[in-house]
């Protein structure tokens, strides 16, 4: 098999998910610096300040004429999943609950809210908001997650992934806080709002470990986005995407508890999680059966290939397919395991 491109970066236009409280501000900013106005298009609600007055018309331009290379807002991303394939989306998340302390404290500096923290948790801009406005889609699929927590790390990787050399700068930060972190624990919240929390942080965790990854990475491989979405007693399956434009199918090995059991390859088309849409040919769906059925608690990693990537781990905990079936047969590939 030969060997992949070097990465490049995906190309534009892309999507700034603006996740409330997870320096999105600074990074609004950065971009608002280095790129030309016409190229930043913000999209922060109907009649607000930042939103840009002619966002409804250069959202309907063709994209051949396209003018604009970053469309950025607090905005869902389902709100503009059918313009964008995952690799074009940029976000930021931040520990679930230091994020949720953080934005009550906002909304009661901004807006006098009344409400509890407690009252707070349990409203739709509440605990689990970052999962839930990111569509529950795999951070592993999206093209760049970055954390709060290492910001100057995010900045270097971003730049070296996306050609964006952005200046680290820190905005609407709250002016009263001295310790670096809130004193909040998840048991301080009501019982209602735990498993969205819960969730969240689970989310945070998985973005916390594809940074880990991609710092140690390097760049002389392209980065492959994948994600198991269904595992079984009998067959694991999910999606792999290659920088944009390399669609030839991709090996990925399949590890039981840490041990080899086989190759799966690509070459399935599937839908995208939210409607998304893909820039190129790519059929990114695979699927494996395993030799012998997997015992419940048994771990299943995913890694690339051909650069030893790590991609993703799950668990089994329950018995039976969780995903539907493929569409298409898979494309042809020579692989040895």
Not at 234 to 253: C, F, K, N, W, Y
Not at 303 to 331: C, F, H, I, K, N
Request: hydrophobic share 40%; aromatic share 8%.
């Amino acid at each position: 098999m030969s060997r992949p491109r070097t990465s490049a970066p995906p190309p534009a236009p892309w999507l700034f998910c603006h996740l409330p409280k997870t320096a999105g501000t600074s990074f609004r900013a950065a971009l608002g610096e280095v790129l030309p106005a016409q190229e930043l298009l913000l999209d922060y609600g109907r009649d607000k300040a930042f939103t840009s007055a002619d966002l409804e018309a250069r959202l309907k331009l063709p994209e051949e004429k396209r003018d604009w290379r970053v469309l950025a807002g607090h905005v869902s991303l389902r709100r503009y999943a059918s313009l964008f394939d995952p690799r074009q989306v940029i976000a930021f998340l931040r520990d679930p609950l230091q994020q949720l302390y953080s934005h009550h404290q906002h909304h009661q500096r901004r807006f006098d809210d009344p409400r509890s923290l407690a009252e707070f948790a349990l409203s739709p801009a509440g605990a689990g908001l970052q999962r839930r406005m990111l569509g529950e889609v795999p951070v592993q699929l999206l093209g760049f997650v970055g954390l709060t927590e290492q910001y100057a790390d995010s900045l270097k990787l971003l730049a070296r992934s996306h050609g964006l050399l952005l200046p680290a700068r820190h905005a609407n930060s709250n002016p009263n806080k001295s310790d670096p972190r809130y004193p909040l624990r998840t048991s301080d919240l009501p019982g209602e709002c735990r498993k969205a929390i819960h969730a969240d942080q689970r989310y945070y965790i998985q973005a916390t470990r594809v940074l880990r990854e991609r710092l140690r990475f390097g760049s002389e491989q392209p980065w492959v986005h994948g994600a198991v979405t269904g595992l079984s007693a009998e067959r694991v399956d999910g999606l792999a995407l290659a920088p944009i434009g390399e669609t030839r199918p991709l090996a990925l090995e399949v590890r039981v508890d840490g041990e080899h059991v086989g190759l799966a390859c690509t070459g399935y088309a599937r839908d995208l999680p939210l409607g998304m849409r893909l820039a190129d040919d790519s059929r990114p769906g695979f699927v494996f059966h395993f030799p012998r059925p997997l015992p419940l608690g048994a771990r299943v990693d995913l890694y690339a290939w051909e650069s030893g990537q790590w991609l993703d781990a799950q668990e089994l905990r329950a018995r039976g397919p969780v995903t539907p079936p493929m569409r298409r047969r898979p494309r042809a590939m020579r692989a040895s395991a």
